[in-house]
């Protein structure tokens, strides 16, 4: 089990960037691929990014692919989201997600186990 708290939410003109902060509870923190997600008013939970244990691997959804990068610091229990050159429609709110077990990334939200309680971002134009 590991609880998920995140952080660095908030509202950012178009263009600008933020960090998202995932904290973790667990001390098998570097054992979960971690992913983040984000839903929009009206519109279905979307992937966005996903990293695995020690960072090596990464795989980022094509409307944040050279914009978003994730990262991870498994000394911190964190994971990161850096989101540069935002856009009106990042604007969701963005969770982020934990899968035990197997060190594959995955973009599919069904395959996470755990999730974080979410955090607003908006992009004003």
């Known amino acids: 089990q590991v609880q998920l708290v995140e952080s660095g939410g908030g509202l950012v003109q178009a263009g600008g960037s933020l960090r998202l902060s995932c904290a973790g509870s667990?001390?098998?923190?570097?054992?979960?691929?971690m992913g983040w997600f984000r839903q929009a008013p009206g519109k279905a939970r979307e992937f966005v990014a996903t990293?695995?244990?020690?960072?090596?691997?990464?795989y980022y959804a094509d409307s944040v692919k050279g914009r978003f990068t994730i990262s991870r610091d498994n000394a911190k229990n964190t994971a990161y989201l850096q989101m540069n050159s935002l856009k009106p429609e990042d604007t969701a709110v963005y969770y982020c997600?934990?899968?035990?077990?197997?060190?594959?990334?995955?973009?599919?939200?069904?395959?996470?186990?755990?999730w974080g309680q979410g955090t607003q971002i908006t992009v004003s134009s």
């Open positions: 997600a934990a899968r035990g077990g197997i060190n594959s990334i995955s973009p599919h939200s069904y395959e996470y186990n755990y």
């Open positions: 667990g001390r098998t923190f570097r054992n979960y691929v």
């Open positions: 990293i695995s244990w020690s960072g090596g691997n990464t």
